[in-house]
Nanobody, 128 residues
Framework: QVQLVESGGGSVQAGGSLRLSCAAS????????MGWFRQAPGKEREFVAA????????YYADSVKGRFTISRDNAKITGYLEMNSLKPEDTAVYYC?????????????????????WGQGTQVTVSS
């Protein structure tokens, strides 16, 4: 399996920024699609962003488009989610995910069920 560990969460004021990291281990991460999802209390896990292994394709939920940026390092063993202009509604546990998904469609990469590997989550709290 691929093991994922998120870090970088915390509490910030509305309008602030955070950068989340997702460290991968185990099976080679280079060829894996990486996704970020979030889950707020009482809500289902929702798609945030995804990026393919070569960083040639990125995908964003409408709710974060223009504010969040997904990336992965040159070695493709660590992923990042840079979050700017944070809003209280961004408050959630953020999960890094990965899968050897071949499809490049937004429909497929935005579905939680498409991902087999998940991190433990990191809490992001945005206060107003």
């Amino acid at each position: 399996q691929v093991q994922l560990v998120e870090s970088g969460g915390g509490s910030v004021q509305a309008g602030g920024s955070l950068r989340l990291s997702c460290a991968a281990s185990g099976r080679t991460f280079s060829r894996y699609l990486m996704g970020w999802f979030r889950q707020a209390p009482g809500k289902e896990r929702e798609f945030v962003a995804a990026i393919n292994w070569s960083s040639s394709n990125s995908y964003y939920a409408d709710s974060v488009k223009g504010r969040f940026t997904i990336s992965r390092d040159n070695a493709k063993i660590t992923g990042y989610l840079e979050m700017n202009s944070l809003k209280p509604e961004d408050t959630a546990v953020y999960y890094c995910s990965a899968d050897h998904l071949l499809s490049s469609s937004y429909r497929d990469v935005s579905r939680a069920r498409s991902y087999d590997y998940w991190g433990q989550g990191t809490q992001v709290t945005v206060s107003s």
